[in-house]
């Protein structure tokens, strides 16, 4: 049997979808169906099926396996709503450009660099925590910070 029912999505982009859906169909495949239309409609704001739950007027979260016959009547509002956090424009950042803070020779080896890296790792902590000692926290955390 057929139940007209209406899907909302209204974050932006807000849409909503009239659909006659087959009762036996489970919300899974109701969660298909209205990504389909949804994302021909926006192929900009695209949604994926893992990103997304339907919810009904109650705002009782509808389970992937549960029967749409059983949860829904005629002309009943389903909300759709999406779990992916929106992700913040990225400003462009002028990022700078930091001197190493050791110059290798070029005929070091890989294991000499490190070794290297190592040992001045090990002075800058013991420098830091020389002034972590004599709380002296300011000059202790650029200490770290090299």
Do not use: C, W
């Amino acid at each position: 049997m057929k139940i007209k029912i209406y899907l909302h999505h209204e974050s932006e982009p807000e849409f909503t979808l009239a659909y006659n859906v087959d009762s036996s169909y489970n919300i899974f495949k109701l969660k298909q169906i209205f990504l389909h239309f949804f994302n021909k409609k926006n192929p900009e704001n695209k949604l994926e099926l893992s990103h997304i739950k339907l919810q009904n007027a109650n705002e009782q979260i509808l389970k992937n396996a549960q029967i749409v016959g059983d949860l829904v009547k005629e002309k009943d509002d389903i909300y759709v709503l999406s779990t992916k956090k929106e992700e913040e424009p990225k400003k462009e950042e002028k990022v700078e450009k930091k001197e190493p803070i050791i110059e290798f020779p070029p005929e070091l080896s890989i294991r000499e660099r490190y070794e290297l890296k190592k040992q001045k790792a090990e002075s800058l902590k013991d420098e830091g925590n020389d002034l972590m000692r004599e709380k002296r926290y300011e000059e202790a955390i650029e200490k770290y910070s090299q």
